[in-house]
């Protein structure tokens, strides 16, 4: 097998959660493409999630190395700068980490997961520690400087994407993330967006050779790869993510976030019940009158409000009709005798004494 069929296979296993098939797969890519940087950056991926944080700088090192060569592209040396700046604040090395996250930064300033990675170092980096933002280089090649190899300089000299600066917004439903990227004329084959459990990588070869990328990793919670798609419209470019547990809604796109069940939210955005004034209510019930002693209740609270004819009417079809029927209306019950009606399934016997 080819490494790149290796490499597809192992992207498979990936995709399935069996990292340990995926990896032994990536070291065969290596062994046999010994320059293969998606390579490196995948079994790199895979030494982060499973806290071999020296391996994942290792990797990380070698996918810088291939990615500041003639054949790199800004997306890989942002993807390689931001991975190694991972494992190096993984590794407690905040100073050098935050180095890195500054070159993604001038790589690729839509990389919308660098906001949480820099906001971790600012919070655990000393002051004094902390080092002078890198200026924004005026040419491709500052970005060289920055990094310290020269190699750097001929990755980083494709022209910078002018104009490129898409906006992306996301939405969701019970079952889908959905992201929009708001980036016109794109052609399909010039995309590549590539899924992973808890991450998504999207680039895109501009018509006048620039390259745009979007880096969102972390995601917030995991996706299942396999079932989430995306479609290249006029306007944009439109990622539909699914769920990996539906119905749990997402509190944000990227970074730490709690699982919050959709229902549960629902309820809780509904007017809370009062349960002291239902336990007042509660106990009140319990005072009121019950059976007979009710009817005598609501009898007595019917007649002491009611007119002359309501009360004759209430008097005479009561006693009548032996308890049976109580009527306010005297203009029927005052021509006749309201008779016995027991109710359905009794008879009615006259009281002996």
Known sequence: MSAEEL???ANEAFFDG???????????VVALDPNHCEAYLRRGSINQKSKRYDNA???ANKALEISSGPKGTRSLLARANLQKGMALFCLKQYKEAKENFEVVKTLNPD???LATWLRKVEDVLPA???PTPAPTPATPAAVSAAQAPAPVAQAAAAPTPQGVRARHEWFQNDTFITIEVFIKNVKKDAVDLGFFEKSLSLSIKMANGSDYSLELDPLAHEILPKESSYKVLSTKIEIKLKKKMDGIKWGMLEGEDEIVNTMATASNSRKQKDWDKLA??????????????ALNTLFQQIYSGADEDTKRAMMKSFVESNGT??????????????ETKPPEGMVARKYEI
């Open 18 to 28: 069996d990292h340990d098939e995926a990896l032994d797969l990536l070291n065969q």
């Open 280 to 293: 007042r209510e509660i106990d009140k019930d319990a005072d009121k009158p019950e059976g007979d002693a």
């Open 325 to 338: 029927c109580l009527s306010t209306n005297w203009s029927e019950v005052g021509a006749k005798k309201v």
């Open 57 to 59: 700088l290792a990797d």
């Open 7 to 9: 490499f597809v296979k």
């Open 128 to 130: 004094e520690e902390k």
């Open 111 to 113: 990389e919308r997961s």
